[in-house]
């Protein structure tokens, strides 16, 4: 290593390599150049790859790219995606010499290119000739395909391309004539100015060979045709069914045969099927007859072997000479054998058709037979013939009286077969009826006994309806010092219908969600129940379900009332300001239950006088204080050790897209729940509910703060004012808010419209 003066480095061998590259040649790229690229964001080869830094090799010249399109122009999506299944279509045929034969000079091939937009390839097809002598199908192979030189480094594009022009593929030019409708509207809309179809020319050796060959095969008396395709093709699949009927004289004791004809379009051919009843002791066979065309006239004797054919001959000479016979035709047809088959217009209803000898009546028709004959002949009459003897009526059931033994049900399952089969329940009010969710479908009402034991009047029960299986069940509440445990008093199950014979074949009727509603009576195995209440979601289901309950379908009511009133319109409006002297235009419950009463002269049920009230009432909505509720669940929070106020606050921060500090209702409810919140579901959802506005949405700052009980204790009361109890308020049984006075002026607008 050496080293000069004033030199502020060491000259280490391959430092500032580029940097004294780039000041004696002035170029900044050396490195090689890649063989793997990408065409049209297809990954592919490229083999003539340039040189150093790009720089091209002696005798390379730059390519275009593929695209016409600029970069930036156009779609997005690459041509492979954006031209996915898509083929131009062009007719074309090209001219190849023939220097070997005498007979043709040149030949006319006609082929087919089709064009690929999403990867600019090319593939020439040409259709299959019968006896062409030629191998044909596919003439080039589906690749791209350079222009013929000079531009022999560049490929065909779609702009290459029109109607009545000249391309040279490898040397051979083809002329295209026209294309497909899709292929036309594709160039147009890419700004191809289409050129008119050219005409097609014909091979002049191929069309000599046809006119060779039709000369050699036709006859001086051309043959009779016979087109069944036709016939067959426009009737294939179509088939008339008719019922008929055979007297067999063998089989007089059991009545007509029953058969059925089967009329088939396509060939007008006919086969038979018998229907044989049940026990009739034959044996069962396929077909009564077999597929054929049915002779009118048969049996007939039998013909001789080449009676029966399509055509007749001639002999010319009347023996053979040379062991030669000269025939020709019979177009007169003199010794043909003329049969007569049935055909679709010899069949209708009242037919007698002769089949072998034996003479079928045509009885009925199926519909697609009516509408052939109705399209085809005009025929409408298709009145059936009855020929079968009408059924003795089936001896009625007598089903014995239930013994006792067992439920009912098994009891008339086993009356109605030999083998016993278990009952099958109503599954599908199981599934609509079941518990889902939120959503019980339970009925419970609040119930009394209805007795004049003193002891007995004051017992409370409650009385759940199951919608899902009609079962009911009883519970008591127990009160203390009553001398009654309470309890279960009845186990769930159905309930028959009091005033029922017991012994009796008919089922008996059981108990129904129509029969229970407040102010029913109702005795279930003899014990008398007086219902006096229902909880909230009961009346709710009712009310929801009008069309069911008809006591709580408020419609109903109304119009009741109405139509009690209607003359005594005066009278009910001085009744109801003598009763509010103060003008308040709200009266008491009680007042506007007595007024009904009166009203009605007991045509009300206790549940129709509810449903007015609920209708036009004003509830008590007297809620539970919120600092309670507070100090309620910070005391729940506290006893299971919950501190994560600030991992919750960061969460509800990162829901909050606005940044706003609301959050809807069931957004916070799942952020509570996903971080398993140690607080009861209604305790949670009633605090949600203080701290929820008008459109559903929670201030979740103010609600974190006020649940931390870290950082804002609430003190919790030690004396809390309970709303005063009343006798019909039970604790085991949920209420709606109590109906605290009724708004009497819509009532009565509403029953005699609005004073003046």
């Given at each position: 290593m050496c080293y000069k003066a004033g030199a502020s480095c060491s000259q280490i061998p391959g430092e500032h390599l580029s940097s004294l590259l780039v000041g004696e040649i002035g170029e900044e790229k050396f490195h090689r150049s890649q063989i793997c690229g990408y065409s049209n964001n297809v990954p592919m080869m490229f083999h003539d790859k340039p040189g150093i830094g790009g720089e091209l090799l002696p005798g390379q010249t730059l390519k275009v790219t593929n695209s016409v399109f600029p970069e930036g122009i156009g779609s997005s999506p690459p041509s492979w995606i954006a031209f996915d299944k898509q083929v131009l279509c062009f007719d074309a045929y090209f001219?190849?010499?023939?220097?070997?034969?005498?007979?043709?000079?040149?030949?006319?091939?006609?082929?087919?290119?089709?064009?690929?937009?999403?990867?600019?390839?090319?593939?020439?097809?040409?259709?299959?000739?019968?006896?062409?002598?030629?191998?044909q199908g596919t003439l080039v192979r589906r690749h791209q395909i350079p222009l013929p030189p000079p531009h022999e480094d560049q490929f065909y594009t779609m702009y290459d391309f029109n109607i009545n022009t000249e391309i040279t593929l490898y040397g051979r030019k083809y002329k295209i004539i026209d294309c497909d409708e899709y292929t036309k509207n594709f160039l147009r809309k890419i700004g191809i100015r289409l050129n008119p179809p050219a005409s097609r020319p014909d091979d002049p050796y191929t069309t000599e060979r046809q006119q060779r060959h039709l000369a050699s095969t036709n006859p001086f008396h051309p043959y009779e045709r016979f087109d069944t395709l036709k016939q067959f093709l426009e009737f294939d699949g179509q088939v008339l069914g008719f019922s008929c009927v055979w007297n067999d004289p063998e089989s007089q004791l059991t009545g007509p045969r029953e058969l059925v004809l089967r009329y088939y379009l396509s060939d007008d051919t006919i086969d038979?099927?018998?229907?044989?009843?049940?026990?009739?002791?034959?044996?069962?066979?396929?077909?009564?007859?077999?597929?054929?065309?049915?002779?009118?006239?048969?049996?007939?004797?039998?013909?001789?072997?080449?009676?029966?054919?399509?055509?007749?001959?001639?002999?010319?000479?009347?023996?053979?000479?040379?062991?030669?016979?000269?025939?020709?035709?019979?177009?007169?047809?003199?010794?043909?054998?003329?049969r007569e088959f049935y055909k679709d217009s010899d069949l209708k209803i009242g037919a007698v058709i002769n089949v072998w000898g034996r003479?079928?009546?045509?009885?009925?028709?199926?519909?697609?037979?009516?509408?052939?004959?109705?399209?085809?002949?005009?025929?409408?009459?298709?009145?059936?013939?009855?020929?079968?003897?009408?059924?003795?009526?089936?001896?009625?059931?007598?089903?014995?009286p239930y013994n006792g033994f067992g439920s009912e049900e098994d009891s008339l399952s086993s009356c109605r077969g030999v083998v016993v089969k278990a009952l099958h329940k109503d599954y599908r009010q199981f599934l609509e009826k079941d518990r889902y969710g939120m959503d019980s479908n339970i009925l419970r009402y609040a119930a009394k006994l209805v007795t004049d034991s003193a002891i007995d009047k004051d017992r409370?029960?409650?009385?759940?309806?199951?919608?899902?299986?009609?079962?009911?069940?009883?519970?008591?509440?127990?009160?203390?010092?009553?001398?009654?445990?309470?309890?279960?008093f009845l186990e769930r199950s159905r309930i028959k219908k009091?005033?029922?014979?017991?012994?009796?074949?008919?089922?008996?009727?059981?108990?129904?969600?129509?029969?229970?509603?407040?102010?029913?009576?109702?005795?279930?195995?003899?014990?008398?129940?007086?219902?006096?209440?229902?909880?909230?979601?009961?009346?709710?289901?009712?009310?929801?379900?009008a069309n069911e309950f008809p006591m709580a379908d408020f419609c109903v009511v109304f119009n009741k009332l109405k139509s009690m009133t209607e003359s005594r319109a005066k009278e009910i409006r001085k009744t109801f300001s003598i009763t509010d002297p103060e003008h308040t235009n709200v009266i008491g419950y009680d007042t506007f239950r007595n007024w009904v009463v009166s009203v009605a002269g007991g045509g009300f049920s206790e549940h129709e006088i509810m449903t007015l009230g609920r209708h036009y009432g004003m509830r008590d909505e007297s809620q539970t204080d919120l600092h309670f509720l507070l100090s309620v669940a910070q005391d729940k929070l506290k006893k299971n050790t919950f501190e994560n106020f600030e991992q919750l606050n960061a969460v509800f921060l990162y829901n909050d897209r606005e940044k706003c500090g609301l959050l809807p209702y069931e957004t916070c409810r799942t952020i509570f729940k996903s971080f398993k919140f140690?607080?009861?579901?209604?305790?949670?959802?009633?605090?949600?509910?203080?701290?929820?506005?008008?459109?559903?949405?929670?201030?979740?700052?103010?609600?974190?703060?006020?649940?931390?009980?870290?950082?804002?204790q609430v003190r919790v009361f030690e004396v809390i004012k309970e709303p005063p109890k009343r006798e019909d308020i039970w604790n085991q049984l949920p209420r709606s808010p109590s109906?605290?006075?009724?708004?009497?002026?819509?009532?009565?607008?509403?029953?005699?419209?609005?004073e003046e």
């Open positions: 001219e190849e010499e023939v220097p070997e034969k005498n007979q043709e000079l040149y030949r006319i091939r006609h082929c087919k290119i089709y064009f690929y937009p999403e990867d600019d390839t090319i593939q020439v097809t040409e259709p299959v000739v019968k006896n062409s002598g030629l191998n038979i099927r018998e229907v044989l009843p049940r026990n009739s002791g034959r044996d069962v066979v396929p077909f009564f007859l077999k597929r054929d065309k049915l002779p009118k006239n048969a049996p007939t004797p039998p013909y001789h072997p080449g009676t029966i054919t399509n055509y007749t001959l001639l002999n010319v000479l009347g023996k053979p000479e040379r062991n030669k016979g000269y025939y020709i035709r019979d177009v007169l047809q003199t010794g043909a054998v003329h003479q079928i009546l045509l009885c009925d028709c199926d519909e697609f037979t009516k509408e052939h004959y109705r399209k085809k002949y005009g025929i409408v009459d298709f009145t059936p013939i009855q020929y079968k003897t009408p059924p003795p009526p089936k001896p009625e059931k007598i089903i014995p409370k029960f409650i009385i759940s309806f199951f919608l899902s299986d009609d079962t009911i069940s009883i519970f008591e509440y127990a009160e203390r010092n009553s001398g009654i445990a309470g309890g279960k009091p005033g029922q014979e017991l012994f009796k074949s008919e089922p008996s009727e059981y108990y129904k969600a129509q029969d229970l509603f407040v102010g029913a009576r109702v005795c279930f195995h003899g014990h008398k129940f007086l219902l006096v209440d229902a909880d909230e979601y009961t009346f709710n289901y009712m009310e929801k379900n140690p607080l009861p579901d209604d305790l949670l959802e009633t605090l949600l509910n203080r701290f929820e506005d008008n459109q559903n949405q929670v201030d979740y700052r103010k609600f974190v703060h006020a649940l931390n009980w870290r950082e804002n109906v605290t006075g009724i708004r009497y002026p819509p009532l009565l607008d509403d029953l005699f419209g609005k």
